[in-house]
């Protein structure tokens, strides 16, 4: 073992590793790129953290660099948990520490996955309702500003996050809290209080920089940046820095703790599935049925499920359905709801008169149930077939506008006919967050090549349209090639200033929003394709 290795780890209780077959494992998630870690960290406490964030900034100030990377499940799609220095892998900050069931509250270890504490939660008649994968993890989730499907309804993660506790990169704790003006005043007070100081500095800040959030504020959509400082310090609200840390993909710190908001468990559901040969017809009906407020409303272009049928997967659901006629669906619309008892009965009577607006429907009913589970699992099937290479996830969740869907869908199909690619839509009519899945062989360099060609043409027919390829998420590595260079340089040199305050060392994932350039792109592009059943 290295000799940098062996000193960490007679100083922390976690565990410190330059195995390059355990390196490996963590070299990847689910992005286009790939990076090779020089050590491993798996902390058990928030003070192995601070020891380890300390160790890093002491070394960039005798201009040795060691970049810190934080990983929570690895699921990351813009390779922004990888890291060429020191990764720090909350796999073992995954406990729940408080549950307070009188006011709705839980207290957790940021490493904690969504599956593992609703599991917990449930016991108690409560949830976390993020529509996500179960293997996410809270801090993962926080730090990418996670955009879900149900948070339409509910409000995302965003919402439900009340507290963190965060290891700065100086190695000093921070635990956000809200602040009256009153208590701004007494916080400037309190020079050597760190809490304070975070405080202090982040309010004079976007004090000094009100003209340039304005700006920020106007591009709804864009999750690129530090855009949740716009709520940091509002009119007529108490100021908080936790809303900067959404967003900020481990730039601003590692997260160790965090007080949730949770919600009764709504017991009754109902799914419903439509049949459209038009785009427009399906716009029309999502317009009437989001009146009823579901949890999610999803569209899939027909042709997933063709594809999955010329596999010899077709839904069993759509199969029970059409068992003598072909069908012509071109897109099927999913409706998820989860209500009390009687809104669930106003909902079906609701549901009956918006049939008509569909070519077919499939409703919710006990014999149809297996069915259901396995329309749902159809997309991930889809997403593991690989026709002619590996789909990749390098532009999930899309942000565009509900009424430039269909302009959308057009010049998609022109990008279709260049690139010689199948790329059915998915995504949610709720959130307006669209995805679609190129095939390019990464072990081939004039496919890597086209990959990036693609990249930039997928985005000229973004933006057109008044999108944003940060849509679901913040940009990461990848899309942060693109975004930058679409960023107002007034909002940059802000976002830059806000990232110096809390690093001014830049040892916290250099090259993760700020700082990405083509040639790394390039440079880390994997050679290999993912292996095994991905479970998006
Ligand atoms: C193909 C694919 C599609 C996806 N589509 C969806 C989808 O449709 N709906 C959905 O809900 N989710 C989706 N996701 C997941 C989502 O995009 C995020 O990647 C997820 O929130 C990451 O959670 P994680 O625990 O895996 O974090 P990681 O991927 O490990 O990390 C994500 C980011 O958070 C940072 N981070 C993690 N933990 C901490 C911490 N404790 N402190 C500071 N920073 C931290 C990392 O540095 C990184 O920047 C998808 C993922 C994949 C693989």
Request: hydrophobic share 40%; proline share 3%; charged share 25%.
């Amino acid at each position: 073992m290295n000799k940098l290795a062996k000193f960490l780890n007679a100083h922390i209780s976690g565990l410190v590793t330059d195995k390059p077959e355990i390196l490996a494992a963590y070299s990847r998630d689910m992005s286009v790129l790939e990076m090779m870690p020089r050590f491993l960290c798996i902390p058990k406490t928030a003070e192995d953290i601070q020891f380890i964030l300390r160790f890093s900034a002491k070394l960039a100030k005798k201009g040795y660099k060691l970049p810190i990377g934080v990983r929570g499940a690895g699921l990351d799609t813009t390779g922004a948990d990888l890291t060429d220095g020191l990764l720090i892998s909350m796999e073992k900050f995954n406990t729940i520490e408080e549950i307070d069931t009188r006011e709705s509250l839980v207290r957790v270890k940021a490493g904690i996955t969504l599956g593992e504490l609703n599991d917990a939660l449930a016991l108690f008649g409560l949830e976390l309702p993020v529509v996500a994968s179960r293997k996410q993890t809270i801090g993962g989730l926080i730090s990418t500003a996670l955009i879900d499907e149900a948070a339409k309804k509910y409000g995302s993660i965003y919402y439900f996050t009340d507290r963190i506790e965060v290891v700065l990169p100086n190695g000093e704790i921070f635990q956000t809290t809200s602040l009256t003006k009153r208590g701004i005043k007494l916080a400037q007070l309190k020079a050597d209080d760190q809490n304070a100081k975070t405080n202090t500095t982040i309010y004079d800040l976007t004090e000094k920089n009100q003209a340039v959030i304005a700006k920020i504020r106007e591009s709804v959509h864009n999750r690129s940046g530090y855009r949740m400082v716009t709520e940091v310090n509002r009119e007529n609200k108490p100021f908080d820095v936790l809303p900067i840390f959404f967003g900020a993909q481990g730039t601003l710190g590692v997260i160790t703790e965090v007080i949730l908001k949770v919600q009764p468990i709504q017991y009754h559901t109902r799914q419903y599935v439509f049949e459209f040969t038009s785009i427009n017809q399906a716009l029309a009906f999502s317009e009437k049925a989001k009146e009823l407020e579901p949890r999610t409303m999803n569209l899939y272009d027909g042709r997933i499920f063709k594809t999955l049928e010329s596999l010899g997967r077709k839904a069993k659901l759509l199969e029970s359905n059409t068992a003598t006629a072909q069908s012509t669906a071109k897109f099927y619309i999913y409706l998820d709801f989860a209500e009390n008892f009687f809104r669930i009965r106003k909902i079906d009577r609701e549901i009956e008169k918006l049939r008509p607006l569909a070519d077919k429907s499939y409703v919710d009913q006990e014999k149809y149930k297996a069915d259901f589970n396995n329309f749902n699992f159809g997309l991930k099937l889809y997403l593991n077939s690989h026709d002619t290479a590996e789909k990749l996830a390098i532009v999930d969740k899309t942000s565009i506008p509900a009424e430039k869907l269909p302009d959308f869908l057009r010049n998609l199909q022109s990008l279709e006919q260049k690139f010689h690619q199948n790329l059915p839509v998915f995504g949610s009519l709720l959130t307006d967050l669209y995805s679609i899945r190129p095939e390019f062989d990464l072990t081939d360099i004039l496919n890597r090549k086209n990959l990036i060609f693609f990249l930039q043409s997928y985005a000229k027919i973004v933006y057109e349209v008044g999108g944003s390829l940060a849509g679901g998420f913040a940009e990461g590595r990848t899309l942060s090639v693109i975004t930058s260079s679409r960023t107002d340089l007034e909002i940059k040199e802000f976002y830059h200033q806000i990232r110096q305050t809390f690093d001014a060392d830049n040892i916290m994932s250099p090259g993760v929003k700020q700082g990405a350039t083509l040639t790394n792109f390039v440079r880390h592009l994997r050679e290999a394709p993912l292996i095994g059943f991905i479970e998006y």
